[in-house]
Structure formats: C-alpha cells, structure tokens
C-alpha cells in the first residue's frame, strides 16, 4: 500500500488548484505529516500556503534535507506532463524520495510502480502492469493487464486501456478516451476526450474526434498550443 505510515515528514512541490486537491487528499486518507510546500523561486511569492510554510525551491535542500523529508509532486498535468517531469526530476536530482498515492478505493494489482504516481479512486490497474515514474491516473480509469506505462502520462477519468498496451512516455487521454489492447503508443501522444485509438502512434501524434464519430490524427503540440498549454 502506497499510503502505509511514513515517520518522514513531506514537502509538498506545488501551490496551484492541484496541490489544493491533493492536500485534501492527503489529510482524508493517509498518515503523512506535510510540514512545508516549495516552488520555483519565482513563483515563491507567498510565505504560507495552507498554514504550512512555503519555502524557495533553491533552498528547499538545506531547510529540508532529503535525509529527514521525502517529497511529494503536486503537479496537474499541464504541458504534457512536461512540468510534472520537471519538477520530479529536480527533486530527484537533490536526493528525495518522491512519494506515490494510491487512492484506497483503487484497484490496483500491478507488478512493478515507480515514484511519484499519483492513482486516484476507483481507478483500476491491473496484474502483470508496470507503471514507471510521476503518472497520474485519475478517478475511474481503466488500465487492463499486462500493460507497460512510461513515466508522466496523465489518463483522465474513465479512459480504458485494453491489455498488452505499452505506453511510452509524456502522453495525454482525455475523458472517456478507450485505446485498443495489443498497441503502442509513443511518447507525447495526446488522446482526446472519447477518442478511439486503435493502432499504433508516433511520437507528437493527436487524435480528436470529429461530429461524425471518426477520430482526426493531428500534432500534439498543435493541439496543446491551442488550449493555450
């Protein structure tokens, strides 16, 4: 279990509304002490958040060694998860844990989880699955067996996987978004919301469906440009 008790305290990466999210998360279901949230220095513009201490991120490492604190990435899943890369990389770079949440009203059954994911309830993760690193799989997603996750993919509500998906890194699916088993699916992929995906990507695809039910094959980074991401 990914909540058991930790004696660590966390420090929290992250101000914005998903930090909110997830600090609500962390105080209804599991045992962690946050003692303090850090930022990019220049978005350090308060010195509080939530009643915690907000700290630089330049001297996140001396107030808070990694040796008396893990870490947590509150981080949605903007830029294709590209920021939520950043900063979990960052922190692994000063030497911290990066801690996963497993939501108890999951249902997970993987093989192998990295650090950072964040599984949400009713979220469903199968056996014979791997997830690597900093994933967020939101509430009512359905990852089948044997699938093979990269690392910062953000699966949004309800979306399905069947199973022998490998899925590679910094992709986004949409709600409602099904993929069909057996594919592979490259890096920076963007799946949009009810979207069918039933073979094979390239890296920077995008696929929206269309008012006739047919799936449109597009950049990712067209469409990220266009939700102003």
């Known amino acids: 279990m990914c909540n058991k008790v930790n ?31 850090t930022v990019d220095d220049e978005y350090c513009t308060e010195s509080t958040y939530l009643g915690k201490p907000v700290i630089a991120f330049s001297a996140v490492k001396e107030k808070y060694p990694p040796q008396s604190y893990d870490a947590f990435v509150a981080v949605g899943y903007s830029s294709m998860g590209e920021t939520r890369k950043n900063a979990f990389l960052r922190l692994k770079e000063k030497g911290f844990q990066v801690r ?40 009512n997603s359905n990852i089948a067996h044997d699938c093979c996750i990269g690392s910062f993919n953000t699966f949004c509500g309800s979306s399905a996987f ?50 006739t039910q047919k799936t449109a094959r597009l950049s990712s980074k067209s469409v990220m440009r266009f939700l102003g991401e």
């Open 7 to 37: 004696k660590k305290p966390v420090i929290v990466f992250g101000l914005g509304s998903f930090s909110n999210l997830m600090t609500r998360y962390i105080q209804r279901f599991t045992d962690w002490q946050i003692e303090a949230y």
């Open 100 to 139: 996963n949440f497993q939501h108890p009203d999951s249902s997970c059954s993987y093989d192998v989880i990295g650090e950072g994911n964040i599984i949400l309830e009713n979220a469903t993760v199968s056996i014979g699955t791997s997830l690597a690193d900093g994933n967020l799989v939101w509430c």
């Open 162 to 211: 069947g199973g022998f998906t490998v899925i590679k890194d910094n992709c986004f699916f949409g709600i409602n978004s099904t993929c069909k088993d057996g594919i592979t699916i490259d890096s920076y992929t963007f799946v949009g919301a009810s979207a069918y995906l039933s073979s094979d990507t390239k890296r920077d695809d995008a696929f929206i469906p269309r008012s």
